[in-house]
């Protein structure tokens, strides 16, 4: 779900104008499933940019408010969302925790890693979704901690249906600043890629594990 279109497009434009997002559908991306894809996204390289991570953390903080009103805590997943959710939980005045894709193998072996206590209720920040596999394991830890997942927001979605899916099974809302569709309407409305350029990254959402056969 996005609340704002313009926000959408001016995040895709953002992202588009600091190369967080390439869009290569001539010379496509390998990603580590193996998938060949004409998309690449990295928004790690946002906080490298006060104007641009300022923006998000902002608009980020704006939805969170909007919809569930303050958390007790703001939980950043591991890696890629660490920093942009301590901006967040930074803007609304409130703690900050992170989860690891698993248990440290030494010293307290924290999955979670900050102070939250049994019935806080929480909000995740993640910076990308693209199954929403990895994201959903940090739902997993806080909720075996007895912490109270309100939703999740991130930056930027894919929007596969497999997503959407796991989500529903999972029972957790997700809002975005953007996502890919209007990734591509503001890509081809600015000339950055053509008409048929988009045609060709609007099949690849339909089925990306497919798509490169």
């Known amino acids: 779900m996005i609340l704002n279109k313009e926000t959408a497009q001016k995040t895709a434009e953002l992202l588009l104008q600091i190369n967080a997002i390439k869009l290569q559908p001539q010379n496509p991306f ?3 499933s193996g998938w060949k894809s004409p998309i690449y996204c990295d928004n790690r390289i946002t906080l490298s940019f006060p104007m641009i991570r300022n923006y998000i953390r902002e608009n980020l903080a704006k939805q969170i408010e909007e919809l569930y009103g ?6 950043g997943v591991a890696t890629g969302a660490i920093g942009i959710g ?7 005045n409130i703690p ?7 248990a440290k193998k030494h010293g307290r072996q924290n999955k979670i890693e900050g102070y939250i206590e049994k ?3 929480a909000i995740i920040v993640e910076d990308l979704i693209s199954t929403g596999k990895s994201s959903l394991l940090a ?4 909720r075996e901690a007895e ?3 309100k939703g999740m927001v991130a930056i930027f979605t894919y929007g596969f249906d497999i997503a959407e899916e796991n989500f529903k099974n999972a029972n957790v809302t997700l809002n975005t600043l953007s996502n890919y569709d209007n990734l591509l309407v503001l890509a081809e409305k600015s000339n950055y890629i ?18 490169s056969k």
């Open 30 to 32: 390998t990603w580590a």
């Open 70 to 75: 303050k958390p007790d805590v703001i939980v």
């Open 147 to 149: 912490v109270k997942v």
């Open 194 to 211: 053509t008409s048929t350029e988009a045609e060709v990254l609007s099949k690849w959402k339909k089925d990306p594990g497919n798509w």
């Open 119 to 121: 019935g806080q209720t």
């Open 96 to 102: 900050f925790c992170y989860v690891r894709p698993e």
């Open 86 to 92: 301590a901006l967040v939980a930074d803007v609304l």
């Open 139 to 142: 739902v997993d830890a806080l």
